[in-house]
């Protein structure tokens, strides 16, 4: 959770965001500003979110975490 508020609360969050998940480089500076990530824990436990990405349906089923293409071109199929 620190290293997240880091990013959200550094200069250039995007940047941020990619050093750290695409170069390894960790986030710096204290993480201490106003951010949203209080709030999407609590609607990711509302709607019992685990993992992401999570993808809903329109029928009301939802795939959570990684997912081949495959699975989705085969269940965008069945949906009307």
């Not at 969050?13 to 500076?29: F, T």
Request: net charge positive; proline share 6%.
């Amino acid at each position: 959770a620190q290293k997240s508020k880091q990013i959200w609360c550094s200069a250039d969050p995007q940047k941020a965001y990619i050093d750290w998940m695409i170069n390894g480089i960790s986030p710096s500076g204290k993480g201490d500003c106003a951010t949203p990530l209080e709030k999407n824990m609590a609607f990711a436990k509302t709607y019992g979110i685990t993992g992401t990405p999570t993808i809903f349906f329109t029928d009301g089923s939802r795939y959570p975490g990684a997912v081949q293409i495959s699975d989705i071109e085969k269940k965008f199929s069945t949906l009307k």
